[in-house]
């Protein structure tokens, strides 16, 4: 036994315990991305419940990936990070025990170092990881502690994140028919089978209400059914390395799994099993963040393979030639596609880094759009956005990231939302104890003021689907409906201009509020934002009448006439085949709609197109950004005369057709 060997698995098994470690925590802090990160936080604190008073991609244990100083959540996750930390531990040491130290394993225990290295792997992440681990157990050693584990952190993902929930159970499902396959049943399959219902009770425990489960089912469905913009101005480089990558992929993948069947027959069913949480990394990764976490999947599967499969070398080497080949092809190809992917792109850490001005040069970016014609401002913001490329750092390095774990838990645990948004106390004057909300965006008031209401879809830019919508609606028309809302005005973000995706819930906002003044709220360093401040009406007005003018089939990057007297438009579509296959694997692309006056654009922004088979003010399409909705909302008159319709994603759309009505 070489000492080499040996020490390489020690050194490698080491490393990856290292790179696992969970600990982490944040500051609460005003902001876009920050503010859905408190909220899901938060919403237990104030009794909200997800299914009924919220819907989003994460739940109730957000806590777990974005630790904040609310209640005791800070406690609760050092507790259960501990708890996986030590399962994780516990898995890698018999791994290595059980492993045999020979050249062959020693050198794949060192590929799933390079693989998963680069990778910035959240709670989330880190829980299906070691789900991952455990199967490996459950199947080849019937462990049922590790059925029960497995059990447990299925329930807890389903009221984490719904991506990683959806990856469990594709673990699950293709280990039930691999069971039956092999016909192989015993404790451990029983507990198996009661993860499913055993996660729908945990739903009616923290929230015992069938009604609202259903909804949260609901939710997940068209939350991860809905269209979605690239949100992480991800770059087309990052499509076109999937294009070319993600076949060739599939190809090691199989030429892999024929090594299996010939040489290791009895670890195939774990190898089809823990290879199900590609499909999901995969597509949620690209609808969601065009290219963010989207290799992901490779990346767990093929570090799960590299600690589990155990070859004898001799053995190894008495297989035939094109056996080994299969095995080399196939391992060395899945590994440099994905490290290839991670290390030359910086993958997520490009997109994701908190520290990051990737999202500030986007926004500056759009300011330039605002004022095409001043030259002095936008030599200003130019020579803002060359500091800025200077400045944008990764991800911090481990080792620094580690040494200063206790000083970031010091800052959480005495932080106490000095950085959440405040109103000035002319606005907090005017709102006294009335319920209040705030739209599209800003989330961080509920921490100070007890009379904050969520929406239901939290913010603009994550309505991903008209469900979302319809809650908005009903939240904003119901009995306890907020007294104020403080409406953002201006609101741009990623490549898109939500507002135009929320018609719905403007109009709500419209029949049921009225403008009542501008209000100044108060953003951490004492920046002072100035908003537009709604009050409920006494008498909502009446929902409008809608007569059918006209329907335009529309053909891709043709002018569309807008009828005289239209006031409103619904977009009708059906997917052709490539769009079936999109929405199955990958996604639908962008469409860009643009608005003109004559020959002036008005307006062009991509849409989510889904969110516009609802009837949509054509006045939101004649000015960008939309400054106040509220100001010249009674002019219900059309200004814009054509639409145009462009992109990638007209390819994918058998037929469209823009139905056009006149409000009476």
Request: charged share 15%; hydrophobic share 40%.
């Amino acid at each position: 036994m070489n000492r080499i060997q040996r020490l390489t698995i020690y050194i490698c098994g080491a490393l990856l315990i290292f790179f696992a470690f969970p600990y982490v925590s944040y500051i609460m802090s005003s902001g876009q991305e920050e503010s859905w990160q408190f909220m899901m936080n938060f919403a237990a604190e104030r009794g909200w419940k997800f299914g009924r008073d919220l819907f989003f991609p994460y739940g109730n244990l957000n806590y777990l990936i974005f630790p904040y100083h609310i209640g005791h959540q800070l406690e609760y996750s050092i507790a259960i990070f501990t708890a996986l930390y030590a399962v994780y531990i516990t898995l890698i040491v018999a791994l290595i025990r059980q492993t045999i130290k020979n050249t062959v394993n020693a050198f794949l225990f060192a590929i799933a170092c390079v693989v998963i290295e680069p990778f910035y792997i959240t709670t989330e992440i880190f829980m299906v990881q070691i789900m991952m681990l455990l199967m490996y157990f459950v199947t080849t050693r019937k462990s049922v502690l590790s059925a029960v584990v497995y059990v447990v952190l299925y329930v807890m993902l389903l009221q984490t994140k719904y991506l990683e929930f959806f990856a469990a159970t594709g673990m699950l499902l293709v280990y039930y028919v691999v069971t039956l396959w092999h016909k192989r049943f015993g404790l451990e399959t029983l507990i198996m089978s009661l993860a499913i219902a055993m996660a729908l009770v945990g739903y009616l425990i923290y929230n015992p209400s069938l009604y609202d489960m259903v909804e949260f089912f609901k939710g997940m469905y068209f939350i991860s059914k809905g269209q979605t913009i690239d949100h992480n101005f991800s770059y087309e480089s990052a499509r076109e390395w999937t294009v070319c990558f993600v076949p060739l992929f599939i190809l090691c993948w199989g030429l892999f799994a024929y090594f299996i069947l010939k040489h290791r027959r009895d670890y195939l069913g774990y190898y089809l099993i823990i290879s199900a949480v590609i499909y999901f990394y995969f597509k949620e990764g690209f609808v969601r963040h065009g290219g963010y976490q989207c290799f992901m999947g490779f990346g767990l599967l093929i570090s799960s393979v590299c600690l589990t499969i155990n070859l004898e070398e001799y053995n190894f080497k008495r297989c035939v030639r094109s056996t080994r080949l299969c095995m080399s092809v196939g391992l060395f190809g899945m590994t440099l596609i994905t490290s290839g992917y991670s290390y030359l792109t910086q993958g997520i850490k490009n997109f994701y880094d908190p520290h990051s001005n990737f999202i500030n040069l986007e926004l500056m970016s759009q300011l330039k759009r605002l004022t095409p014609d001043n030259e002095v401002h936008n030599y200003l913001v130019d020579k803002v956005m060359s500091s800025l490329e200077d400045k944008n750092l990764r991800q911090p390095n481990r080792v620094v990231k580690l040494l200063s774990t206790i000083d970031e838990y010091k800052k959480a645990f005495n932080d106490h939302g000095e950085q959440c948004s405040r109103l000035s106390p002319e606005t907090a004057k005017i709102i006294g104890d009335k319920r209040f909300t705030s739209f599209p965006s800003e989330l961080t008031y509920a921490y100070h003021y007890p009379n904050y209401k969520v929406m239901p879809g939290l913010q603009g830019h994550n309505s991903y689907h008209p469900f979302l919508e319809q809650k908005n609606v009903e939240f904003l028309q119901g009995s306890a409906a907020p007294e104020y809302i403080i409406y953002q005005i201006g609101y741009l973000t990623d490549h898109r201009y939500p507002l135009i995706e929320n018609p719905g819930t403007l109009e709500a906002i419209h029949r049921n509020y009225i403008k009542i003044g501008q209000s100044k709220t108060i953003e951490y360093g004492g920046i002072t934002n100035y908003q537009t401040l709604l009050k409920r009406r006494v008498i909502p007005l009446s929902e409008p009448k809608f007569l059918l003018m006209a329907v335009t089939e529309v053909e891709g990057n043709e002018g569309i006439a807008i009828p005289k007297d239209a006031t409103y438009m619904e977009f009708e579509y059906e997917l052709g085949v490539l769009g079936h296959l999109a929405t199955l694997f990958w996604k639908v692309p962008e469409i860009t709609l643009s608005s003109y006056k004559g020959e002036n654009m008005i307006y062009k922004g991509d849409i989510v197109i889904d969110n516009l088979t609802q009837k949509t003010p054509l006045r939101f399409f004649m000015e960008y950004p939309l400054s106040d909705p509220f100001d010249s909302y009674s002019s219900q008159q059309s200004e814009i005369d054509t639409f145009n319709l462009t992109g990638k994603g007209l390819k994918y759309i058998k037929s469209i057709k823009i139905k056009w009505y006149r409000a009476v």
